[in-house]
């Protein structure tokens, strides 16, 4: 089993910043890949940055060059630094992991933490 926990959400004003954190823990041997994925109220759940084992970076149209995503992977955990923050950054952000085992992928999420960006 694989846990996922978020923290560092809140409440910003526009312009400016935070980060979030993912730790993960239990059976994470075999990560391929860790990601942030966020979802607004009534819109779907959409895809934000990820980083691979080897550390190469994917990041959204709309959070380039705002957001940075990095892993340390001493600490079995994912950060994502947000800055410049827009009222459209508003939205409950998701850790998700992808972990291979015996040639399978298994996906994994976490709870999720609320970012409100407002004046």
């Known amino acids: 089993q694989v846990q996922l926990v978020e923290s560092g959400g809140g409440l910003v004003q526009p312009g400016g910043s935070l980060r979030l954190s993912c730790a993960a823990s239990g059976s994470i041997l075999g990560i391929n890949y860790m990601g942030w994925y966020r979802q607004a109220p009534g819109k779907q759940r959409e895809f934000v940055a990820l980083?691979?084992?080897?550390?190469?970076?994917n990041y959204a149209d709309s959070v380039k060059g705002r957001f940075t995503i990095s892993r340390d992977n001493a600490k079995n955990t994912m950060y994502l630094q947000m800055d410049s923050l827009k009222p459209e950054d508003t939205a409950v952000y998701y850790c998700?992991?992808?972990?291979?085992?015996?040639?399978?992928?298994?996906?994994?999420w976490g709870q999720g933490t609320q970012v409100t960006v407002t004046s």
């Open positions: 998700n992991t992808d972990i291979s085992r015996s040639s399978l992928h298994f996906n994994y």
């Open positions: 980083v691979t084992n080897d550390g190469s970076t």
